[in-house]
């Protein structure tokens, strides 16, 4: 599970047993985890509260081009 950003106590990372689904980062820390789709950005899941959850998904838009980029280097889609 490579940690690809670490932002505001948050973790975004991969799993490689996930490369079949759709592009999403996983996120954990501050309290909680969350799976996010990267295209478009929309929650899978999330166990935090909504102002963790807006956070989190602000973060992921804002850094949607470097996480989509590696994922598909990570995911031998590149």
Sequence with gaps: ???VLEIDG???????NDCPEPP???VRGN?????VWLDPVRLARSS??????DEVLSIVISHQGYLSGRWSE???RA
């Design 24 to 26: 999403h980062v996983h």
């Design 48 to 53: 935090y509260n909504r102002r963790r959850t």
């Design 10 to 16: 948050y973790e975004f990372l991969f799993r490689s």
């Design 1 to 3: 599970m490579p940690t």
């Design 31 to 35: 309290g909680g985890s969350a799976k």
């Design 74 to 76: 990570f995911c031998g």
